[in-house]
């Protein structure tokens, strides 16, 4: 079935440092692909949709010059955390559309900012 | 997309069958089922959807109200692997291009 695997699974970093998150399907091409945080015990929140090839679109109060997304290719999306703070650490996932309205999504990326 | 109600949590012992209810009084009739559950530190992962008719695969049956306006997710024999939230997402089908949005889902506990 369709894959998406995302890396890193874990960065730990210091503060002011910027981190990429790397989000590829693996075995079906994406238009169009999603990235969420989730904070502990709470629920996974919509962050942006990255679109291949365009400008991703971001949700209200994600600031989109502190989380940068590119989608250069049908395989390939990041978010780059800019001068990342503590407040910045979460879990990151990615996800991507195939076959309908189903979604795949990526294993998550754990970001520690010290 | 409707708006679905589901439980804060659930208890299950383990080989037994966990029924997972969420209601979506508001569903339209474009409108699927979808269930999606997530195991700690992971990634959601699909299980199943349905639009009225019941559905199984090899994971979980999917029941369907008549009306539309609940169904129960059930995992028949329940594993101390099947600990995980459980989110009930009503969805049209023709939405692949735009992203799930997900509640609090039902946090399930299976113990020995």
Known sequence: ?114 | DAKTTQPTSMDCAEGRAANLPCNHSTISGNEYVYWYRQIHSQGPQYIIHGLKNNETNEMASLIITEDRKSSTLILPHATLRDTAVYYCIVRAINQAGTALIFGKGTTLSVSS
């Open chain 1, 1 to 114: 079935g369709a894959v998406v695997s995302q890396h890193p699974s874990r960065v730990i970093c210091k503060s002011g440092t910027s981190v990429k998150i790397e989000c590829r399907s693996l075995d079906f091409q994406a238009t169009t692909m999603f990235w969420y945080r989730q904070f502990p015990k709470q629920s996974l929140m919509l962050m942006a949709t990255s679109n291949e090839g365009s400008k991703a679109t971001y949700e209200q109060g994600v600031e989109k010059d502190k989380f940068l997304i590119n989608h250069a290719s049908l395989t390939l999306s990041t978010l780059t955390v800019t001068s990342a703070h503590p407040e910045d650490s979460s879990f990151y996932i990615c996800s991507a559309g195939w076959g309908g309205a189903s979604q795949h999504f990526g294993d998550g990326t754990r970001l520690s900012i010290l």
